[in-house]
């Protein structure tokens, strides 16, 4: 044969593959029929994988940086070098970022390495907002901390309620799941600032004012406690909490909370209703690219566990992650304020990421060992050009190489025993299909390489020797080999002893204790217009991310396809309606100018009646909108996926 | 027979690997592996004659002189497809028609198409999936074929459709099946589709009724934003479609110093699809690119460049659609309007 099975190495949804192999290259990809959850489809970047993996446009030898110019180099003489000058710095002058699509493989090793033979703390996750605090409230809450509910079980779902994300273009296999479910007699409700394909295709779109979607669930959750519809019988036998959350919910002031939402009465109502009686409701939302604030999450946590839709068939609330291996990453120890196994990261084990540490004015940050790093957006370039030894381990070409002082290159997914964690916990291995080029290592076995060259002789012979030692830590991966991965389309885990068949979904029979209210944010300020700056701006990363991604950037399809709106808009685009547009004088296409407290930036107009009146779209991918125009004002992207600023429009 | 076509072919059939997994079209070093019984292979046999990507020729350009050097990919090897089924061998033909029988001909498909070996296996029995008899594209093989196999009983009818295929019988020295065969092979096939009723139960779809209203273009637009709200843009339809052709070319400059000329699959679901220079685009919106795909397959101006209806009644759409519009689905959407206006 020589297609053979795998799993897609782009988002968090891992849909299942075949890959087309002749001739020692990888020549056609298509959808895998079997696969449990993907059931034989694929996105557009899925059916184009073959393209990044036959790509020239890597790095095919070592590289150090002399006088200026990066010159090829033996492995050994770039680890050693690489070592040596890593090791010359100390507690927060030194800093490890982990790609959330390397291997769970090549995670563990890179945070062990961090932890135990350069002694540092400081490890993060590039493209990871928001999905720690996900993970966080669900781990305080319900004792796992990542989806609770399963991808194969969304066509059993009653009720399925898709928060913020425009998932069709996010993960679009979960979004069909999704639809499907719809179509099937599933109750679809939107709850976003922006009228979505999802929400296009949903029974009913609840069209929050931007920056209010705590306000929305806290509505929700007030109507549902104050009209009597939580779900007294397993609030009383499987929760604990209810009374402080009530209290919480009394103490809010529901005409306000409504207002702000933008939502109406009936509507906040209806959705209450709707969720307490439904047989079975799943929530959905993005975490990782694009993520949601701690309060939001608890919030929406919080509310369906009062409406008693957690622990059961069909029921769930779930983070849906953008890239592939964002929660591997965190299983592993890879990402920021955890250890391997979710223990929390505290006290002097609790480091900074690099991203924190580069948002310190002046950097205390020197050196850096750097993953991948696909994302094309370099907030704080300046300050990175002034680290003094950055190490680039990574497959594929990157502009990021003018950073870097040593550069190591790794072998692509396709050219190395792997596994990696989708959204819904599920632990897949995708085997060797090809041989890397010519003398190029996998990643894991160059952190093994650089800890021997510090002294620390571990012993992996192979990467399945790397998932033995990660199940001998990570208690959730206790029981996975790779010979039971691939016996079928992997584990979710927990997969322990008590789960030796992996685990599905969170089920309130297999609780250790009670499922916990987490508790609302303490307070709840809604963004404000003024006279000086009427409108609310959006500004999301989601929709557009991969157009950002460097090794989108490899293919040929979806490069051209993530390319389609930037030739129509070269210069970006704000997105109004045209009512709007026409009050403010411009048209699509034309230009105007976006004035906030904290700066200004030009771009052109898009008419559009997918964003509320008043209320304008901004996504992220454009040029220098993220150091200029956002990081200018102190505006950080890394806060909730539904950031807003008031601005004013004026034509430019 | 497998085992003599592998001898001086690559062999590709139908394979179920690991046992319990659905059939794919897959290349087979063991002529034992293939598996006549199994249904529809999710993938369509094209890839075999129409690559998924393929380097068709390759050239280097030395500036200062001014010239280009240029290979032509000779890569192509003597195929043997076996086991294809009505519907798809009915692909096979409209690819040959899209490719070979039009303007220009496309010499890389002709290449491939004349170093193939076509063993067609006629259907005695609908899958869940099909429906090959609205199409008129089975359930049995008729045309453009080197060898068609029918089923009977514990034995199979063979037909050569070719003199490569009269070769064949020779080299296997096949008995003549008699007077009685042709009456045979008509007798099995209609006992096929008398069985559609009962058994291919998931896509009937009164094709004949909507290609008229679709050439006459009567679908007023509200069905295709229904159709294009629930397209995912994915591309699938068409990789997963036996009459789907079209491709994108790109030149990809290689470590070698040669520029590589890669020919892969397109889809008209993208938005950069009929994207020109200067950026007008004149299916930008997702309905038009969706109503463009069926009027491709159904319209008559547009399919009769196959000499047929466009689509081939396989159901791959239907199974791949991450929305829920493949082919039967479209269909019946466009049947209900015509229906509506019929009861006003």
Known sequence: ??????????????????????????????????????????????????????TEDRIFAPLIRRNGRLEQASYDAAISHAAERLSRYAGDEIAFLASPRASNEDNYLLAKLARTVFRSPNIGLASDQGHGDAADVLLEGAGLPAMLGALTEIRRAKLILVVGADI???????????????????ELISLSSRRTQIAKLSRRHLWLNPGTLRHALAAVAKVMVERGWEDRAFLGSRTAGFEEFSRYLAGLDLGSLTAASGLTAAEVEDLARRLAGAGSAMAFFSSGISGLDRGSVALLYDLFLAAGQVGREGCGVNPVTGICNIVGSYDVGAGPRFLPGYRRAEGPAAGRTPRELLAADPTPLKASLVADRDEEIVRHA?????????VLVGAFNTPFLEFAHVVLPAATYAETDGTYTNTERRIQLNRRKIDPPAGVRPAWRIYADLAAKLGAAWDYASAEDVMKAIAAEVPAYSAVTYARLEKDFGLQWPCDDRHPGGTARLSVDDLPGPLKFVGGPADLPAPAVSGDYPFLLMAGKANYFWHRNNIMKKTHIPKREYNALLLLYPKGFVELTAADAARVGVRDRSAVNVVSAGGSMRVAVRVSEDVKPGTAYVPYFIGDMVPGFLNARGFSLDEDQDSVIPVRLEKA | MAAALAEDHDLYGPVIDPPGAEPRFDRVEDPAAVRLEAAIPYNPPKSVIFPQAERIMSYTYDRAARRAEIVRDDHVRPKALVGLRACDLTGLLCLDRFFLGQEFVDEVYRDHRKKLFVVANSCVRPFPQCFCVCTDSGPAAREGYDVNLTEAGDDYLFEAGSVKGEVLARRLGLKDAGPGAAALKARIGEAAVARFDAEATQNKAWISRVMNRVTTGFVSNDIWEYIGDQCFECGACSFVCPTCSCFN????????????????????????????????????????????????????????????????????????????????????YIRREIAKEGAE
Not at chain 1, 382 to 390: M, S, T, V, Y
Not at chain 2, 286 to 312: A, H, I, M, T, W
């Open chain 1, 1 to 54: 044969m020589s297609t053979h099975s795998g799993v897609c190495n782009f988002c968090g949804t891992g849909c299942g593959h075949l890959l087309h192999v002749d001739d020692g290259a990888v020549k056609g990809v298509f959808a895998s029929p079997g696969h449990p959850m993907s059931r034989g489809r694929l996105c557009v970047r899925g059916w184009h994988i073959h393209e990044l993996l036959a």
């Open chain 1, 168 to 186: 069709a273009r996010l993960n679009p296999i979960v979004g069909s799941e999704i639809h499907l479910a719809a179509r099937n007699g599933a």
């Open chain 1, 382 to 390: 300046a300050r990175i050009r002034e680290l003094e030894c950055l």
């Open chain 2, 249 to 332: 070319i790109e030149d990809v400059a290689a470590r070698s110093g040669q520029t590589d000329r890669l020919r892969s699959w397109d889809s008209c679901s993208y938005e950069g699809y009929t994207r020109m220079a200067g950026d007008h685009n004149p299916r930008q919106p997702v309905e038009d690119r969706r109503n463009k795909r069926f009027f491709c397959k159904l319209s008559y101006s547009q399919s009769r460049k196959y000499l047929r209806p466009g689509c081939v009644g396989c159901g791959r759409c239907v199974r791949v659609c991450p929305g829920d519009i493949g082919m039967s689905n479209v269909v019946t």
